[in-house]
């Protein structure tokens, strides 16, 4: 298989769905990014998208309440994921949420791989361990993001990436982690390659 390097500079939106029967054909193959409503989802992808306003950030977390598609290319494609453990929204709304997210993990046949992202200084709550089980269970490869790393220092910073490491083995699947900041570029390159890996197969 040839080596690619998608530019995602041109990644552009290109719509948004309350949830997956409303999302478009189910073909070319799709990367999830989820996380905590203020794990900075929308700030990873504008950080490696380079576009200040591709992915909406609101100050007030867990405003994503759909399921947001953007093309880096033909058939492929970013899907922003709503936030997921923000108090603020309403019970009923959070068990849709959860029921839909399940959904599209398990029966989205395009999905091909799922960047979850997580606060280095507060990783692995149980939404986010949640999480990773479902993604393994369905055979997915992840990365853990562990955005806002130019909150800590360098060591501080390798110690989470390792505390980590060692606490998602007992999951047994395919589970990368990588340090992440938006704000000082660190893990971009990363997450570029990562994501060309998984688009690979389109480019035969």
């Excluded at 990014?33 to 591709?54: C, D, E, P, V």
């Excluded at 399940?102 to 999905?111: D, F, M, N, P, V």
């Excluded at 692995?124 to 369905?138: G, H, I, N, R, T």
């Amino acid at each position: 298989m040839s080596e690619i390097s998608l530019n995602y500079h041109k990644t552009r939106f290109l719509t948004s769905a309350p949830n997956i029967k409303a999302l478009p054909e189910d073909s070319g193959i799709e990367i999830a990014f989820a996380g905590r409503s203020n794990a900075g989802k929308s700030t990873a992808l504008n950080a490696l998208t380079n576009q200040k306003n591709l992915a909406r950030t609101s100050k007030t977390p867990g405003r994503t309440q759909l399921i947001n598609l953007f093309e880096a290319e033909a058939q492929c494609k970013l899907v922003d994921l709503p936030g997921y453990g923000y108090a603020a929204v309403p019970e009923q709304v959070k068990r849709q949420w959860q029921h839909s997210l399940g959904e599209y993990l398990q029966k989205r046949q395009c999905l091909k791989g799922v960047v979850i992202l997580m606060d280095i200084r507060h990783p692995l709550k149980d939404l986010d361990q949640q999480m990773v089980e479902w993604s393994v269970s369905a055979q997915l490869p992840v990365l853990i993001l562990l955005t806002k790393a130019d909150k800590l220092s360098q060591s501080a910073r390798s110690k989470q990436v390792k505390m980590v490491r060692e606490a998602i083995l007992p999951f047994q699947g395919d589970v990368q982690v990588e340090a992440f900041s938006a704000q000082n570029r660190i893990g971009i390159d990363r997450l570029a390659a990562k994501l060309d890996a998984w688009f690979a197969p389109n480019f035969g």
